[in-house]
């Protein structure tokens, strides 16, 4: 069973311009979840959709951060502008609805200078 | 609201000695609980869970942890670590959000050093 993919991997850019990632969910996860970790501390929760439709984004900074899942499959998070401050690793990981645990994938790390 | 307490940023363990990496949760309700690790440039990886079943739940690569609900502790053990276990290592909770899809709230990670 193919696992959680995301793209890129790594990506830097400059203060005040825009990047997107994408992430493809384990076949048949209703649940996508985007998480930002910012180094030395625990994943924390941006957005969670459940199909396509959001259940939770509470915690995403909506001035500059979006997401979509337009499908109920794969998913972009979109920044713009960056800001030094978003530099950290982006984290999808998806879940059945009929399951607890969470799956992960590779993560994109993402430099802002 | 729910929490995790991971008591030690930073734990060092000679090669064959046992590993014990300590966790404590709140929550307002019965909590699933979960330890992944994460290894160098690459995401999250489910070690075990416990979702209300058996107290001592064993996971891959011969760790295992108890939950204990007196303590509100969820410590992860290991009997002998391998240099391959050196890694950081993160608690995480979770409750009952939209239908059957839950969030997790993580701790803020151990790293474990396995020293030869």
């Known amino acids: 069973e193919a696992g959680v993919a995301q793209s890129p991997r790594y990506k830097i850019i400059e203060k005040r311009q825009s990047v997107a990632f994408w992430c493809n969910p384990i076949s048949g996860h209703a649940t996508l979840y985007w998480y930002q970790q910012i180094l030395g501390q625990g994943p924390k929760l941006l957005i969670q959709?459940?199909?396509?439709?959001?259940?939770?984004d509470s915690q995403l900074p909506k001035d500059r951060f979006s997401a979509e899942r337009l499908k109920g499959v794969d998913s972009t998070l979109k920044i713009q502008p960056a800001k030094l401050e978003d530099s950290a690793v982006y984290l999808c990981?998806?879940?059945?609805?009929?399951?607890?645990?969470?799956?992960f994938g590779p993560g994109t790390r993402l430099t802002v200078t | 609201a729910q929490s995790v307490t991971q008591l030690g940023s930073h734990v060092s363990v000679s090669e064959g000695a046992l590993v014990l990496l300590r966790c404590n949760y709140s929550s307002s309700v019965p909590p699933y609980l979960f330890w992944y690790v994460q290894y160098p440039n690459q995401g999250l990886q489910l070690l075990l869970k416990?979702?209300?079943?058996?107290?001592l739940v064993k996971g891959i690569n011969g760790f295992e942890a108890e939950f204990k609900k007196s303590e509100t502790s969820f410590h992860l053990t290991k009997p002998s670590a391998h240099m391959s276990d050196a890694a950081e290592y993160f608690c995480?909770?979770?409750?009952?959000?939209?239908?059957?899809?839950?969030?997790?709230?993580f701790g803020s990670g151990t790293q474990l050093t396995v020293l030869p």
């Open positions: 995480a909770v979770s409750e009952a959000s939209s239908g059957s899809a839950r969030q997790l709230t």
């Open positions: 959709f459940q199909n396509n439709g959001v259940v939770d």
């Open positions: 416990y979702t209300s079943a058996a107290t």
């Open positions: 990981a998806s879940s059945s609805s009929d399951q607890a645990a969470q799956y």
